[in-house]
Nanobody, 115 residues
């Protein structure tokens, strides 16, 4: 079993920045893809960004050039640097980790961007 601990959410003005962190712990053998998803009120959960164990990244079009995903394999941690935040980025952000064919989710962290 893998546990995920997220941190870094909060309230920020439009144009500001936030960095989310997600640390994995527990029975970790190999963390493959790590990523971030978000869910705004009344909307479906959507992919924000993912990163493979080899460092290949994938971003939603809406966040390209503004968000950067990275990971520290030694610390089993994935980060999401969010710049130039917009009110439409407001959502609960969830960390997701894939390991040995299983997908694990964090509890979510709220990001609110005021206009």
């Amino acid at each position: 079993q893998v546990q995920l601990a997220e941190s870094g959410g909060g309230l920020v003005q439009a144009g500001g920045s936030l960095t989310l962190s997600c640390a994995a712990s527990g029975r970790i053998f190999r963390l493959n893809v790590m990523g971030w998803y978000r869910q705004a009120p009344g909307k479906q959960r959507e992919l924000v960004a993912t990163i493979t164990s080899g460092g290949n990244t994938n971003y939603a079009d809406s966040v390209k050039a503004r968000f950067t995903i990275s990971r520290d394999n030694a610390k089993n941690t994935v980060y999401l640097q969010m710049n130039s935040l917009k009110p439409e980025d407001t959502a609960v952000y969830y960390c997701n980790v894939q390991s040995l064919g299983y997908a694990y989710w964090g509890q979510g962290t709220q990001v609110t961007v005021s206009s």
